[in-house]
């Protein structure tokens, strides 16, 4: 390994559990010199049940550790739920630190959208954040924009990326309030407002009652991590990384061989 792959920082991706996967694998073409460090939050899994301030202690105490064990290039926030509550105060309180941040893809919805019926589909928790009502007020006024919480969707994803069966009555039931017909429109636009959902998007199309533009935002997180994150000439990957960590500490065999799918060992 040369000198400037071991001056190079991990980049720490974090996520209430393996939805994250989405954005690290869009992260990992864009950045092939870096290392990268999974953290997956499932002892509090799944975000979108928690009481508010309970939810933005455990996450601030947590990043508290994160940060001094592993001083990261950079921390990606790849969970909506934990971003739009936490964001501000995760800035706030390590200011020496570069978060980027996942926030419903609703601007560029906005800007594609033909129809003008554009749907939202999260966790109840981003859904009812006040951050995310901002955004449709401030880029998608002109838009009619619904807001889908979904109490079930994220696990049926974690489910459904281990290879478990999840029913297609259950799946539908989940999104069936996405699509909306107006004035002779329909929904065009769904906005996947939760990392886990990209994983489940050939189900969501094959299931769709008409065909939509299913909006993942992982690529557009990965360059805004890229853009904030030195490239180093003549750099080695460090095989120093390339690691996940579960807070539970016991991830099941299943999570394991995903991950290792994924080029991740797991501590």
Same mark, same amino acid.
């Given at each position: 390994? =040369?000198?400037?792959?071991?001056?190079?920082?991990?980049?720490?991706?974090?996520?209430?559990? /393996?939805?994250?996967?989405?954005?690290?694998?869009?992260?990992?073409?864009?950045?092939?010199?870096?290392?990268?460090?999974? /953290?997956?939050?499932? +002892?509090?899994?799944?975000?979108?049940? $928690?009481?508010?301030?309970?939810?933005?202690?455990?996450?601030?105490?947590?990043?508290?550790?994160?940060?001094?064990?592993?001083?990261?290039?950079?921390?990606?926030?790849?969970?909506?739920? +934990? !971003?739009?509550?936490?964001?501000?105060?995760?800035?706030?309180?390590?200011?020496?630190?570069? !978060?980027?941040?996942?926030?419903?893809?609703?601007?560029?919805?906005?800007?594609?959208?033909?129809?003008?019926?554009?749907?939202?589909?999260?966790?109840?928790? =981003?859904?009812?954040? +006040?951050?995310?009502?901002?955004? /449709?007020?401030?880029?998608?006024?002109?838009?009619?924009?619904?807001?889908?919480?979904?109490?079930?969707?994220?696990?049926?994803?974690?489910?459904? /990326?281990?290879?478990?069966?999840?029913?297609?009555?259950?799946?539908?039931?989940?999104?069936?309030?996405?699509?909306?017909?107006?004035?002779?429109?329909?929904?065009?636009?769904?906005?996947?407002?939760?990392?886990?959902?990209?994983?489940?998007?050939?189900?969501?199309?094959?299931?769709?009652? $008409?065909?939509?533009? $299913?909006?993942?935002?992982?690529? +557009?997180?990965?360059?805004?991590?890229?853009?904030?994150?030195?490239?180093?000439?003549?750099?080695?990957?460090?095989?120093?990384?390339?690691f996940a960590v579960f807070t539970t500490g016991n991830p099941d065999f299943s999570t394991t061989r995903?991950?290792?799918?994924?080029?991740?060992?797991?501590?």
């Open positions: 390994m =040369t000198s400037a792959a071991n001056e190079l920082k991990p980049v720490l991706i974090f996520d209430s559990g /393996i939805g994250g996967l989405t954005v690290l694998r869009e992260a990992r073409v864009l950045m092939p010199e870096r290392g990268f460090i999974y /953290i997956a939050d499932d +002892a509090g899994f799944p975000y979108g049940g $928690w009481e508010e301030q309970a939810l933005k202690e455990r996450i601030i105490t947590l990043f508290g550790r994160l940060l001094g064990q592993y001083d990261p290039e950079v921390c990606v926030i790849a969970c909506n739920t +934990a !971003f739009t509550l936490v964001g501000a105060d995760l800035r706030a309180a390590f200011p020496q630190t570069t !978060f980027v941040g996942t926030v419903p893809a609703i601007k560029p919805a906005a800007e594609r959208t033909r129809s003008g019926l554009v749907s939202v589909l999260a966790t109840h928790g =981003t859904v009812k954040r +006040a951050y995310t009502r901002d955004l /449709i007020q401030s880029f998608a006024q002109q838009c009619h924009v619904r807001l889908v919480g979904s109490e079930n969707l994220a696990r049926m994803a974690e489910a459904y /990326i281990r290879g478990d069966a999840v029913s297609d009555e259950a799946v539908m039931t989940e999104i069936d309030q996405c699509f909306v017909e107006k004035d002779g429109r329909k929904t065009d636009i769904v906005v996947l407002a939760c990392t886990h959902y990209p994983f489940m998007a050939n189900l969501f199309r094959r299931l769709a009652p $008409w065909p939509v533009d $299913w909006l993942d935002p992982a690529e +557009a997180i990965a360059r805004r991590a890229r853009s904030l994150v030195p490239q180093v000439a003549d750099s080695v990957h460090p095989d120093d990384f390339d995903l991950m290792q799918g994924f080029g991740l060992k797991v501590r």
